[in-house]
């Protein structure tokens, strides 16, 4: 499948205007929107993202000397963003460039516990907690990424995920 100018008149434009019903999109939007929301890989990266917040808010900002406390925010931030953005893209390639960002993050927050360990940042529990969370949260990502569907997609020339 290609997308170019060239296909513009192909579509029948009174066609769609003709059978557009807007509360009926809304309401499609909406149920898309419960389903996203009820995923539960979602529902465990907002989990890590609450817990990121717990501990972050414990660290004392004088000892902070590297700002860990804002790069686990990011990193914590971006594993629910990125979901839901691969939900939306529905595309397997785009879904999959989504996944590696996501994988990176929360490999980046796990290494991040280890460095607060080391730094007596924060509780051992607390630490221990997130850890948890986070494998938890790769065995979803795991059971997630297989659900994709590769023959929903179309050409990556970039010559990845083929």
């Known amino acids: ?18 059978n557009y019903d807007p509360e009926e999109a809304q309401r499609e939007m909406e149920a898309e929107n419960r389903r996203i929301e009820q995923l539960p890989i979602l529902r465990k990266a907002n989990e890590i993202l609450e817990i990121t917040q717990a501990i972050v808010g414990t660290i004392d900002d004088e000892d902070d000397v590297l700002m860990m406390s804002e790069q686990m925010m990011a990193n914590a931030m971006m594993l629910p963003t990125k979901i839901v953005g691969a939900e939306g893209a ?59 569907d590769k023959s929903n997609d179309i050409p990556d020339d970039w010559g990845l995920f083929q």
């Not at 499948?1 to 009174?14: L, Q």
């Not at 940042?121 to 790769?138: A, G, H, M, W």
């Open 90 to 148: 529905d595309l397997y390639t785009l879904r999959m460039e989504n996944a590696v960002i996501i994988k990176t993050h929360a490999r980046e927050l796990l290494t991040q516990t280890n460095y607060l360990r080391a730094e007596k940042l924060s509780k051992p529990v607390y630490i221990q907690l997130l850890r948890d969370e986070i494998e938890n949260f790769r065995v979803l990502f795991v059971e997630w990424v297989n659900s994709f």
């Open 1 to 18: 499948m290609h997308f170019d100018d060239e296909d513009d008149d192909a579509f029948d434009w009174e066609e769609f205007e003709r």
